[in-house]
């Protein structure tokens, strides 16, 4: 899922790649693009749409958290074993080992196609780390979207949230469940829920995200980047008022 297109990784939602011609001009552009917003509020989902449609690279730090995660435990460095039992409690990575794996990823940040980044920065301290990198390689950030949405809403969406163990599809029990239940619909991988999506964790993530993440939005109004928009609705509807403030800026 990270730093790559895939086909059709929001559980089929993501449809036939957008031909760029048939965009109005202000949106057939590289943007750069950072997605900011709570546990759960439905960034990987619009990530994925964003990416797929309009050819960006998609870089989600979890989803890298993740794929190193699966390594066997010999081919873990001490860093990234330490990281898992971060993410297992919910709580954040050190800055130091975010940016290590961030900067891994130079190459799709300085990609012509533009890039968003997907869980990234969530603190001050990686916030100022990629202004220098973004100002060092002259690349202006275009927009920082934040996804706004009630608590309820997010307990919802995490506590009912399954993964393909192989392709990573995103689904939801409730609102968008597999045709048969435990199997992909995609390639027929093995449902799961995340070590992380349980009611303990999903508190720690949303304490997480108010005392660290949330000063961002003030960070990043200063710079008059931040973009709000409202994440409740379906996919297609958040993924159209996400269209609509970027062209809004554009
Ligand atoms: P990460 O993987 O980034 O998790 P997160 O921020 O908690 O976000 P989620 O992936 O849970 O939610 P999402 O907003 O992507 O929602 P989704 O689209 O899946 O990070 C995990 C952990 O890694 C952190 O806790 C931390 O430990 C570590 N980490 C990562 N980056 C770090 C950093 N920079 N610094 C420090 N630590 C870091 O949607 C959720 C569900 O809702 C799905 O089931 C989906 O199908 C459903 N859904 C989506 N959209 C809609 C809709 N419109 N209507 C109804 N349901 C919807």
């Given at each position: 899922?990270?730093?790559?297109?895939?086909?059709?990784?929001?559980?089929?939602?993501?449809?036939?790649?957008?031909?760029?011609?048939?965009?109005?001009?202000?949106?057939?552009?590289?943007?750069r693009?950072?997605?900011?917003?709570?546990?759960?509020?439905?960034?990987?989902?619009?990530?994925?749409?964003?990416?797929?449609?309009?050819?960006?690279?998609?870089?989600?730090?979890?989803?890298?958290?993740?794929?190193a995660?699966?390594?066997?435990?010999?081919?873990?460095?001490?860093?990234?074993?330490?990281?898992?039992?971060?993410?297992?409690?919910?709580?954040?990575?050190?800055?130091?080992?975010?940016?290590?794996?961030?900067?891994?990823?130079?190459?799709?940040?300085?990609?012509?196609?533009?890039?968003?980044?997907?869980?990234?920065?969530?603190?001050?301290?990686?916030?100022?780390?990629?202004?220098?990198?973004?100002?060092?390689?002259?690349?202006?950030?275009?927009?920082?979207?934040?996804y706004?949405?009630?608590?309820?809403?997010?307990?919802?969406?995490?506590?009912g949230?399954?993964?393909?163990?192989?392709?990573?599809?995103?689904?939801?029990?409730?609102?968008?469940?597999?045709?048969?239940?435990?199997?992909?619909?995609e390639?027929?991988?093995?449902?799961?829920?995340?070590?992380?999506?349980?009611?303990?964790?999903?508190?720690?993530?949303?304490?997480?995200?108010?005392?660290?993440?949330?000063?961002l939005?003030?960070?990043?109004?200063?710079?008059?980047?931040?973009?709000?928009?409202?994440?409740?609705?379906?996919?297609?509807?958040?993924?159209?008022?996400?269209?609509?403030?970027?062209?809004?800026?554009?």
């Amino acid at each position: 899922m990270s730093t790559q297109n895939k086909t059709n990784d929001a559980g089929g939602l993501a449809g036939a790649p957008a031909d760029n011609s048939t965009l109005p001009k202000e949106l057939r552009r590289a943007w750069r693009l950072v997605l900011l917003g709570a546990p759960g509020v439905g960034k990987g989902t619009q990530g994925e749409l964003l990416s797929h449609r309009h050819g960006m690279c998609h870089i989600s730090t979890g989803d890298l958290f993740r794929a190193a995660g699966s390594r066997a435990a010999g081919e873990k460095t001490p860093a990234m074993a330490e990281a898992m039992n971060y993410m297992h409690r919910g709580e954040l990575v050190p800055d130091a080992t975010v940016w290590a794996l961030v900067r891994e990823q130079s190459n799709s940040i300085r990609s012509r196609d533009g890039f968003l980044l997907d869980g990234f920065p969530r603190t001050l301290a990686q916030a100022e780390l990629l202004k220098g990198f973004m100002e060092d390689e002259k690349l202006p950030l275009s927009a920082v979207v934040d996804y706004e949405m009630p608590h309820s809403e997010i307990i919802y969406r995490l506590s009912g949230r399954r993964i393909c163990a192989k392709c990573k599809a995103v689904f939801h029990v409730t609102w968008r469940p597999s045709k048969v239940e435990g199997v992909c619909d995609e390639c027929g991988g093995r449902l799961y829920r995340r070590d992380d999506d349980n009611p303990e964790s999903i508190a720690i993530r949303l304490e997480a995200y108010q005392r660290s993440t949330s000063p961002l939005i003030e960070f990043y109004k200063k710079q008059g980047v931040l973009t709000p928009v409202d994440a409740v609705g379906s996919a297609e509807e958040v993924y159209a008022r996400t269209i609509a403030a970027l062209q809004a800026r554009a």
